[in-house]
């Protein structure tokens, strides 16, 4: 279990190389170093890394404000987020997801708990 910051949108993760490819923006690639250095710090909680089989996610958002948010924009992030920490070896693994959006918190974030599934 991590608190980690508010995700920027998937739709504002990426932005494209003349020529082709894609490349992390630079929001994008703080909130993963972000996430995992929380992951480092809460890494006794997590048990054995990275995660290698099935796995169930359960998000609890907490918005920085009261505007309408995209969950299925945000979850992308996270799992990816989760990937690049090492908590598990590919977001494929996610087999199960819950996710359920909660009062805002100044600045927004997220409650993430993963579980492996045996």
């Known amino acids: 279990m991590v608190y980690m910051p508010w995700p920027p949108s998937i739709n504002d993760y990426y932005g494209n190389r003349r020529g082709g490819g894609r490349y992390l923006l630079p929001h994008a690639r703080a909130f993963r170093r972000s996430v995992g250095w929380l992951v ?3 890494s006794d909680g997590w048990g054995r ?3 290698t ?9 907490f918005p920085p404000d009261r ?3 995209d969950l ?12 690049a ?11 199960e997801k819950a996710a359920k959006k909660m ?4 600045g927004g974030a997220y ?8």
């Open 67 to 69: 505007r309408r948010y």
């Open 85 to 95: 920490a090492g908590v598990i070896k590919d977001d494929s693994q996610v087999v």
């Open 49 to 51: 890394l990275p995660i």
């Open 40 to 42: 480092s710090v809460a």
């Open 111 to 118: 409650l993430v708990i993963v579980e492996e599934l045996l």
């Open 72 to 83: 299925d924009n945000r979850e992308k992030a996270i799992f990816d987020a989760l990937e």
């Open 103 to 106: 009062e805002p918190v100044t």
């Open 53 to 61: 089989g099935p796995v169930r996610v359960q998000l609890q958002a």
